[in-house]
């Protein structure tokens, strides 16, 4: 039989049509799930980035030191309230100095980079869980992180662990990458050191136990150990020292012993590090999140995709069995995703990962938000379950019953929030919601104690957000139910994204309704309109619980009796003399020098009850008392 390539040439030419069809029907399919998970992201987070206004604490604690980064010109020793503030890892800080300079500081500002770190580590995901389960599974993945209640809520404040988590998810990425190849190769290991750096350069020595760790135990469960040795350590090692070391060595040598300070090297790594893992760093201005309630907050953060938690979980004991049958099968190029055996590699890799974070921090000190880090591995083993849930014909049970108990939760929501909500009498006009609150100090060192002074006379300021709530939680869950019996999961699914807007909306809407509890701005624009040059504002008692009158007003104020994030900064010899005491203070209150007072108003100084004082400004529970009248209403009365 004789043949030609002229004989082959239509079927070549089919088959090229083929692969091109199938390429662009690729290339679009990407870039709707991409577009969709902006748009959500969007919807949920760009709204947020302009209120509401910045909060006492950990917010403009944190946003100042990056403000005066920027002003000093000083981006190695860390500063607040011109105090060296050396307990903190300095890149988030960076990044929002750099904001702060493009920009202009402002609240968006502010929140801009961690805004734009959500974004990215929902299209990591989506990258990443594409290439191992496809490209509906990597779409659910970046939904669900783009969605869950946890991510939203601790974007509501100035904390790195949202990024430490997308580095984490990004460093895993390379390993698993490396693991795939013949021979690791230098993208793949260097990859991996460069994010480990970046971890170390965000929050410290995490970023070399977290990957570490979870490498490591990945190596030893399944045997494989020897491939550390073809990580290329040397140079991994090398390119790690290059990014991470020189930060930590100009910060030691900028902050050397001097009078009662032992340095930055101690303070950072003994004090903030070990001595904060055990539970001895001084100051303990920090609480212990109960440890059945830091794993059941894993379910709280994930909502409502934690509904379908289980279904990931049962998973993993399939993929440990599939682990050992397909290993040595070389499948990774195959296919619209990895194939078999890099699924299985994979979910090991994801399940090690908030396990091994989980335990970490159930033996030492936590805080709520310890959880975040976790929440990436668990958004690619949900939406890896989801992923495939579309690909079976007929109703899956198992998510049917998870839709059916997600339903009940939400009619029992419902209820309570329209009871609530509708029992509730709204507040009078011009009301501070801080009369309406039962305040326990106790509870202030988590990070949402002050959420629990809630009344039922303070639910009438949230009745709005309150039923909407309610609302929300009962359509989408009805919707997703309705959705999922058709057979329908990809709609089921966006109905509970969809639901999720509104919800979080919701939140917002919660928190600009108890800004002035928890921000201080309104008072410190009062005073900003009065500050004469030579003025003096004063903080009756921690910094951190006034410290946006020191951001909003760009201006250094005093404290009486700062013990906390000020104190080590205090024993520098160079150190400002902004620390007052009852004797002290006493005299600058009845000095010529006009005095602004934040305090809160049951907490007013000794010195200040005993003569007359003037009000410049009250709210949320707190006010501006000041020594002298207001300079411009004297003047407009001559």
Same mark, same amino acid.
């Given at each position: 039989?004789?043949?030609?390539?002229?004989?082959?040439?239509?079927?070549?030419?089919?088959?090229?049509?083929?692969?091109?069809?199938?390429?662009?029907?690729?290339?679009?399919?990407?870039?709707?799930?991409?577009?969709?998970?902006?748009?959500?992201?969007? *919807?949920?987070?760009?709204?947020?980035?302009?209120?509401?206004?910045?909060?006492?604490?950990?917010?403009?604690?944190?946003?100042?030191?990056?403000?005066?980064?920027?002003?000093?010109?000083?981006?190695?020793?860390?500063?607040?309230?011109?105090?060296?503030?050396?307990?903190?890892?300095?890149?988030?800080?960076?990044? =929002?100095?750099?904001?702060?300079?493009?920009?202009?500081?402002?609240?968006?500002?502010?929140?801009?980079?961690?805004?734009?770190?959500?974004?990215?580590?929902?299209?990591?995901? +989506?990258?990443?869980?594409?290439?191992? +389960?496809?490209?509906? *599974?990597? %779409?659910?993945?970046?939904?669900?992180?783009?969605?869950?209640?946890?991510?939203?809520?601790?974007?509501?404040?100035?904390?790195?662990? !949202?990024? =430490?988590?997308?580095?984490?998810?990004?460093?895993?990425?390379? %390993?698993?990458?490396?693991?795939?190849?013949?021979?690791?190769?230098?993208? &793949?290991?260097?990859?991996?050191?460069?994010?480990?750096?970046?971890?170390?350069?965000?929050?410290? !020595?995490?970023?070399?136990?977290?990957?570490?760790?979870?490498?490591?135990?990945?190596?030893?469960?399944?045997?494989?150990?020897?491939?550390?040795?073809?990580?290329?350590?040397?140079?991994?090692?090398?390119?790690?020292?290059?990014?991470?070391?020189?930060?930590?060595?100009?910060?030691?040598? &900028?902050?050397?012993?001097?009078?009662?300070?032992?340095?930055?090297?101690? %303070?950072?790594?003994? #004090?903030?590090?070990?001595?904060?893992?055990?539970?001895?760093?001084?100051?303990?201005?920090?609480?212990?999140?109960?440890?059945?309630?830091?794993?059941?907050?894993?379910?709280?953060?994930?909502?409502?995709?934690?509904?379908?938690?289980?279904?990931?979980?049962?998973?993993?004991?399939?993929?440990?069995?599939?682990?050992?049958?397909?290993?040595?099968?070389?499948?990774?190029?195959?296919?619209?995703?990895?194939? $078999?055996?890099?699924?299985?590699?994979?979910?090991?890799?994801?399940?090690?990962?908030?396990?091994?974070?989980?335990?970490?921090?159930?033996?030492?000190?936590?805080?709520?938000?310890? =959880?975040?880090? /976790?929440? $990436?591995?668990?958004?690619?083993?949900?939406? /890896?379950?989801?992923?495939?849930?579309?690909?079976?014909?007929?109703?899956?049970?198992?998510?049917?019953?998870?839709?059916?108990?997600?339903?009940?939760?939400?009619? *029992?929501?419902?209820?309570?929030?329209?009871?609530?909500?509708?029992?509730?009498?709204?507040?009078?006009?011009?009301?501070?919601?801080?009369?309406?609150?039962?305040?326990?100090?106790?509870?202030?060192?988590?990070?949402?104690?002050?959420?629990?002074?809630?009344?039922?006379?303070?639910?009438?300021?949230? @009745?709005?957000?309150?039923?909407?709530?309610?609302? &929300?939680?009962?359509?989408?869950? &009805?919707?997703?139910? %309705?959705?999922?019996?058709?057979?329908?999961?990809?709609?089921?699914?966006?109905?509970?994204?969809?639901?999720?807007?509104?919800?979080?909306?919701?939140?917002?809407?919660?928190?600009?309704?108890?800004?002035?509890?928890?921000?201080?701005?309104?008072?410190?624009?009062?005073?900003?309109?009065?500050?004469?040059?030579?003025?003096?504002?004063?903080?009756?008692?921690?910094?951190?619980?006034?410290?946006?009158? #020191?951001?909003?007003?760009?201006?250094?104020?005093?404290?009486?009796?700062?013990?906390?994030?000020?104190?080590?900064?205090?024993?520098?010899?160079?150190?400002?003399?902004?620390?007052?005491?009852?004797?002290?203070?006493?005299? !600058?209150? #009845?000095?010529?020098? @006009?005095?602004?007072?934040?305090?809160?108003?049951?907490?007013?100084?000794?010195?200040?009850?005993? =003569?007359?004082?003037?009000?410049?400004?009250?709210?949320?529970?707190?006010?501006?008392?000041?020594?002298?009248?207001?300079?411009?209403?004297?003047?407009?009365?001559?």
């Amino acid at each position: 039989m004789e043949f030609s390539l002229s004989t082959l040439s239509p079927d070549i030419a089919d088959l090229d049509s083929a692969a091109a069809a199938e390429s662009s029907s690729t290339t679009r399919r990407t870039v709707f799930w991409v577009v969709l998970i902006v748009l959500f992201w969007a *919807a949920i987070y760009v709204p947020g980035l302009f209120r509401p206004a910045l909060l006492d604490d950990a917010d403009t604690v944190h946003a100042e030191a990056a403000r005066e980064m920027l002003t000093r010109h000083d981006w190695v020793t860390l500063y607040a309230n011109g105090v060296r503030y050396l307990e903190k890892a300095p890149l988030q800080y960076w990044a =929002v100095a750099l904001s702060y300079k493009l920009f202009g500081v402002s609240e968006w500002s502010t929140r801009l980079p961690l805004t734009l770190a959500v974004l990215a580590l929902a299209l990591v995901l +989506y990258r990443l869980g594409s290439w191992v +389960y496809g490209s509906r *599974a990597g %779409f659910y993945a970046g939904l669900i992180i783009v969605t869950s209640f946890g991510p939203f809520i601790y974007t509501r404040f100035f904390i790195p662990d !949202l990024i =430490v988590g997308l580095l984490l998810a990004v460093a895993l990425g390379f %390993f698993l990458l490396g693991l795939n190849e013949p021979r690791p190769s230098r993208l &793949a290991c260097w990859g991996l050191a460069v994010c480990a750096a970046l971890m170390v350069l965000a929050k410290g !020595l995490i970023g070399i136990v977290f990957p570490g760790a979870i490498i490591f135990l990945y190596l030893l469960l399944t045997k494989n150990l020897r491939h550390l040795l073809r990580m290329r350590l040397a140079s991994s090692a090398l390119i790690f020292l290059a990014l991470a070391a020189p930060w930590h060595i100009l910060a030691g040598l &900028a902050n050397p012993p001097a009078g009662q300070a032992k340095g930055f090297l101690w %303070f950072y790594f003994v #004090n903030e590090h070990f001595k904060r893992y055990i539970g001895t760093r001084y100051p303990k201005d920090y609480d212990t999140v109960p440890l059945l309630l830091f794993w059941g907050l894993l379910l709280i953060w994930l909502l409502p995709w934690s509904a379908f938690l289980p279904q990931a979980v049962v998973r993993v004991r399939q993929a440990w069995k599939n682990f050992w049958k397909d290993t040595g099968k070389k499948d990774t190029g195959k296919g619209s995703h990895g194939g $078999p055996a890099l699924e299985s590699q994979a979910t090991l890799l994801f399940t090690l990962w908030p396990a091994l974070i989980m335990l970490f921090f159930s033996f030492s000190t936590r805080q709520e938000y310890y =959880v975040l880090p /976790a929440l $990436p591995a668990l958004a690619l083993l949900i939406g /890896a379950w989801l992923g495939r849930e579309s690909q079976i014909n007929g109703p899956q049970k198992s998510g049917l019953i998870s839709a059916w108990i997600f339903l009940g939760i939400g009619c *029992a929501v419902f209820v309570a929030a329209a009871v609530l909500g509708t029992m509730a009498s709204p507040p009078a006009p011009g009301y501070d919601i801080a009369d309406l609150l039962r305040r326990d100090p106790s509870r202030y060192a988590l990070s949402f104690g002050h959420f629990l002074d809630l009344t039922p006379q303070a639910l009438g300021a949230f @009745r709005i957000p309150l039923i909407g709530t309610g609302v &929300a939680l009962f359509a989408g869950s &009805a919707t997703s139910l %309705f959705f999922r019996r058709r057979c329908k999961p990809l709609l089921a699914n966006l109905s509970l994204a969809l639901m999720m807007v509104a919800l979080l909306a919701c939140a917002l809407k919660g928190f600009s309704i108890f800004e002035p509890v928890i921000s201080s701005k309104q008072l410190a624009l009062a005073v900003e309109k009065q500050f004469r040059p030579g003025d003096v504002i004063v903080i009756n008692g921690e910094y951190e619980e006034g410290s946006t009158m #020191n951001f909003y007003t760009g201006r250094q104020v005093h404290v009486l009796k700062a013990t906390h994030n000020l104190w080590y900064g205090s024993l520098f010899p160079d150190a400002p003399h902004i620390y007052e005491n009852d004797e002290s203070f006493a005299r !600058l209150w #009845n000095s010529p020098t @006009r005095v602004f007072l934040w305090t809160e108003m049951d907490n007013v100084p000794v010195p200040v009850r005993e =003569v007359i004082s003037y009000q410049v400004a009250r709210w949320g529970g707190k006010v501006i008392l000041s020594n002298k009248p207001n300079q411009m209403v004297m003047e407009s009365h001559r």
